[in-house]
């Protein structure tokens, strides 16, 4: 695929107050992901596996450093070669606002106009796949729509409010959206937020909208055209994850503890990148239990882990029990704790026979850089 004939939009900002304290001191794309991943390395990396070496980040204007620290040169997706090319456009704005500010669009046509692609990409970090974009552009491409939309049918309890429910006709083309409780099917249509669009047609479109009073963010105008130019839609059959609140973000890396799920996504025909960490392997102590668990480079585990994902230097001492939880990087726990449907922050530190314990449907959320002396139970 030739580099410079498309670009690549990936939009992050809005947010979710149901994320809770996850996102208070980072962004939704830079989240933790099964213990070695980051959410932002699954677009990234999509569009690497396509040949796609031009992009632009959309991000909220708060609590960016670890963007930053993340992607650096870019050199894990091929974006610090010569001729490519990456920008973070960053913007000032409520979580669940869907008006953009003055700089938004000329930042974002700026971009456009001066990449000289055909088409571009569009993509959001809440949803979580490994999608070939490579048949995605070849089908927009083939059929000569200006917009193509990605789709999955998935389970209602699934699809948040911040998803578009699309209508699709038999020659696969988007005849409008509706209301997720419309009918009694147990599955819908939902759009992954996934867009191939002509960038010549775009750049007009986003111009008219640029001259609104109010005009909309990108990915709002996108879900308006994708009805009223009547887009192409391509089917999405493969493991997807729709990240919109603490639970769903739990269940998606719980789900990594099913082969199946692990193997649909992390070890498909396309690859999944991150950022490079050079470390010793986990250590596991002789009297350590360790059951359907994943785990990161350089932990020390003298404890009980099971149905668990724990990242990357995390320390468990001796008679404590880690259940069905995720250990964000560097938390230590000690002795005699007890931890069951959780969600531990990053640097984390855990007194001996404290008790943290959540449900299934509610896990309990532990900030970042916090010390727990007492129980935390809900």
């Known amino acids: 695929m030739k580099i410079d004939k498309y670009s690549a939009i990936l939009g992050n900002a809005i947010g979710f107050p149901e994320m809770e304290g996850l996102t208070a001191v980072r962004p939704l794309a830079s989240l933790p992901f099964d213990g070695k991943y980051r959410l932002i390395d699954f677009q990234l990396s999509?569009?690497?596996?396509?040949?796609?070496?031009?992009?632009?980040?959309?991000?909220?204007?708060?609590?960016?450093?670890?963007?930053?620290?993340?992607i650096r040169s870019g050199r894990e997706w091929g974006l610090n070669t010569l001729l490519s090319h990456y920008f973070l456009g960053f913007y000032n704005t409520s979580e669940d606002s869907t008006v953009a500010?003055?700089?938004?669009?000329?930042?974002?046509?700026?971009?456009?106009?001066?990449?000289?692609?055909?088409?571009?990409v569009y993509m959001s970090c809440d949803i979580l796949c490994?999608?070939?974009?490579?048949?995605?552009?070849?089908?927009?491409?083939?059929?000569k729509r200006n917009i193509t939309v990605v789709y999955?049918?998935?389970?209602?309890?699934?699809?948040?409010?911040?998803?578009?429910?699309?209508?699709?006709?038999?020659?696969?083309i988007v005849t409008g959206r509706r209301d997720r409780f419309e009918d009694s099917s147990t599955t819908d249509k939902m759009s992954a937020g996934i867009y191939i669009i002509d960038t010549p047609w775009l750049i007009e479109q986003m111009?008219?909208?640029?001259?609104?009073?109010?005009?909309?963010?990108?990915?709002?105008?996108?879900?308006?055209?994708?009805?009223?130019?009547?887009?192409?839609?391509?089917?999405?059959?493969?493991?997807?994850?729709n990240i919109s609140s603490v639970k769903s973000y739990f269940d998606a890396n719980m789900d990594m503890l099913d082969s199946q799920k692990f193997y649909s996504l992390l070890y498909s025909n396309q690859r999944v990148y991150t950022k490079v960490k050079n470390e010793e392997s986990t250590y596991y102590?002789?009297?350590s239990v360790v059951k359907n668990a994943q785990f990161a480079s350089g932990s020390i585990v003298r404890g009980d882990v099971e149905h668990?994902?724990?990242?990357?230097?995390?320390?468990?001492?001796?008679?404590?029990?880690?259940?069905?939880?995720?250990?964000?990087?560097?938390?230590?726990?000690?002795k005699g704790v007890v931890i069951e449907n959780a969600i531990v922050g990053k640097n984390v530190q855990i007194a001996d026979g404290v008790t943290i314990r959540g449900t299934?449907?509610?896990?309990?959320?532990?900030a970042k850089s916090v010390e727990i002396v007492e129980d935390v139970i809900q």
């Open 46 to 70: 999509n569009l690497a596996n396509a040949g796609i070496r031009s992009v632009y980040g959309i991000f909220r204007g708060q609590n960016i450093r670890s963007v930053f620290d993340h």
């Open 101 to 120: 500010d003055h700089d938004y669009y000329d930042q974002i046509l700026t971009y456009l106009k001066r990449s000289g692609s055909d088409q571009t």
């Open 130 to 143: 490994n999608i070939d974009l490579q048949q995605v552009i070849h089908l927009h491409n083939a059929n």
């Open 152 to 172: 999955k049918k998935m389970p209602k309890e699934f699809i948040s409010q911040a998803n578009d429910i699309l209508e699709i006709d038999e020659a696969d």
């Open 207 to 241: 111009e008219k909208e640029a001259q609104k009073d109010k005009p909309q963010k990108l990915r709002f105008l996108l879900r308006d055209l994708t009805v009223s130019e009547q887009a192409l839609a391509f089917e999405y059959t493969g493991y997807l994850a």
């Open 285 to 287: 102590a002789a009297d």
């Open 308 to 334: 668990s994902i724990v990242s990357r230097n995390c320390y468990i001492a001796e008679n404590s029990q880690i259940i069905n939880s995720i250990l964000f990087p560097k938390v230590k726990i000690g």
């Open 360 to 366: 299934q449907e509610k896990p309990v959320v532990i």
